[in-house]
């Protein structure tokens, strides 16, 4: 019952954010407007009265910058939902409600017959494509800059930490690594000249582009301009069928899967905290299950009955039950100050003469890791258990037909005590999906600025902060200052982990029913 009710709980509040609600004109006892979504009602406790909340958006208009506002029902007089009301869905200060009066700009040419939705679609598409001809090359080419520009301050780390280990015998190689240096100083200004030139460039266009405008009126009547490049999508929900609501909601659903976050974390997508969910637990499976199953088999098929083996299984069980924190201090302290420290001064030394460790701080290969040891000792508990539960009689039959220890294993023991193994697998990649505190500690962020996967050598950059759903739900629900605002956020974040979890457990379990059903009895 508590399982369902959770799972009730969360797809009530989460299926239905996206879904566009009727926007209400309430009418005061006072003469005052105001627009907004009719979110809930309550009582107060202490006079009786009851109040509704509505968002009312229009973050900029208001002194203290919240979305919603409570109305006591006894000063409503009258409420309306004119079919001509607009929402506006912005880059930044969250949702306008308002009328379209019309456009402004340089760059259009609005006519006056044609209806506010029509003429609002044509000059975001307008804007749109003038952005993507200007905009985006640039964007492209201050990427490339910017990777140039890396890879420059990498080489010359690398010469003025060798220039600083040379003794003074060595003139001849000072002088021809002081020449690389001045030489690789000059390309390094020469291409910060031209990133410099192109973000002023970008800025200026951008600047351009942001004189053409909407206008917009709120339920007072004042005018508000807003530019066009800030909307990210306008609708119409009280004109909008059950058609056109339904492409509206596919429309948020697949912003939310492929697009980035915006208004801190609150809005937008969530593909970088999916991806890194998605890579955190492949690399944990690729790094716990092996050494789980070795260790289950190891304890249960070879290791001999003893004061040593019972104090193993002993610390296995224990370990299971460790608060996950403890894992992320060790993680912490052996993993990225330890193995991390090591590798940097190995490989990177001079990152670490200048105090930019590579793999020496918190990122997803040291993340991973930490949540394998996290979860092993209920693979190796499974393993053994699965092994235990195979009839004597079966590694006895192996035996008298010429077969060795190691060949019962790996055809027999092995195979049938697989379903066993996957159950462990199983109850493993889940709790590592809902693990925070850890991630917290080793290499989480809010808001990672390079994903742990791109075009760039070596592809895979596993010393990389990364996202991860958890700690989106974390931040979102008790690190906004506007929490009526995050919370939708929150119920879809914790749908889709939910989601993802139940995708990747299920497809274990098809797989643990195949074996179980393949090798429930085999022929030796």
């Given amino acids: 019952m508590l399982v369902f009710a959770l799972l009730a709980v969360v797809l009530i509040n989460g299926l239905g954010v996206f879904w566009p609600a009727q926007v209400a004109e309430v009418t005061l006892t006072d003469g005052a407007k105001l627009l ?24 900029e208009q208001d002194a203290q910058r919240q ?12 409420i309306a939902n004119p079919s001509e009301v607009c929402v506006l ?21 609005p006519s006056s017959e044609a209806p506010a939705a029509e003429t609002l679609t044509k000059a975001l598409a307008s804007i749109r494509r003038k952005s993507a001809e200007e905009i985006a090359p640039i964007a492209a080419e201050l990427f490339a800059l910017g990777n140039q520009l890396q890879e420059i301050d990498g080489k010359s780390l690398r010469l003025r930490y060798r220039r600083e280990r040379l003794t003074s015998a060595l003139q001849d190689e000072q002088m021809g690594l002081d020449r690389q240096i001045e030489a690789l100083q000059a390309e390094y200004q020469r291409i910060k000249e031209q990133f410099d030139q192109l973000v002023s460039q970008q800025q200026q266009r951008l600047a351009d582009l942001r004189r053409n405008v909407v206008i917009m009126t709120d339920a007072s009547g004042k005018e508000t301009p807003i530019a066009l490049t800030d909307i990210v999508r306008f609708y119409n929900p009280n004109s ?20 980035n976050p915006r208004e801190s974390n609150t809005e937008g997508g969530l593909f970088p905290a999916i991806f890194g969910t998605v890579m955190l637990i492949f690399l944990m499976a690729v790094m ?55 590798l940097d001064q190995w490989l990177f030394p001079e990152r670490v003469a200048a105090g930019t460790p590579t793999f020496g ?33 079966t590694r006895e039959g192996s035996f008298a037909l010429g077969a060795t220890k190691f060949q019962t294993l790996v055809r027999v023991l092995a195979p049938m005590a697989s379903p066993g193994m996957m159950t462990g697998f199983i109850l493993a990649m889940a709790r590592a999906a809902g693990e925070v505190a850890p991630l917290m500690i080793t290499g989480v962020v809010k808001l990672a600025p390079q994903m742990p996967v791109d075009g760039a050598f070596p592809f895979f950059h596993l010393d990389r902060k990364f996202m991860h759903l958890g700690y989106q739900i974390y931040d979102v ?46 022929t030796i």
């Fill in 288 to 342: 716990c299950f092996p050494l789980g199953v070795l260790a289950g088999i190891y304890l249960g098929e070879y290791a001999k009955d003893g004061f040593f083996v019972r104090l193993v299984r002993i610390a296995v069980n224990n370990l299971a039950g460790i608060p996950s924190i403890v894992y992320g201090i060790f993680g912490l302290g052996f993993f990225v100050y330890g193995i991390g420290g090591l």
């Fill in 36 to 59: 907004g979504q009719r979110i809930r009602s309550a009582v107060n406790p202490d006079n009786g009265q009851s109040s509704t909340q509505f968002k009312t958006g229009n973050r």
């Fill in 361 to 393: 701080t918190g990122g997803i290969l040291w993340a991973s890791l930490t949540l394998g040891l996290l979860t092993v000792p209920v693979v190796i508990v499974s393993t053994e258990e699965a092994l235990r539960a195979i009839p004597r009689a």
């Fill in 89 to 109: 869905e912005r880059a930044e200060n969250g949702d306008f409600y308002g009328y379209v009066k019309g456009v402004a700009g340089p760059d259009l040419t």
């Fill in 240 to 259: 909008m069928g059950f058609s056109a609501k339904c492409r509206h909601y596919l429309s948020k659903v697949g912003e939310l899967l492929w697009d």
């Fill in 67 to 78: 979305d919603f506002r409570w109305v006591k029902n006894n000063a409503i007089r009258t």
């Fill in 477 to 522: 629900g008790f690190q906004s200052p506007n929490v009526e605002a995050s919370k939708p956020m929150v119920f879809v974040t914790t749908l889709l982990l939910l989601l993802i979890v139940l995708a990747m457990t299920s497809v274990a379990i098809y797989l643990r029913n195949r074996m179980r059903k393949r090798y429930q009895v085999r």
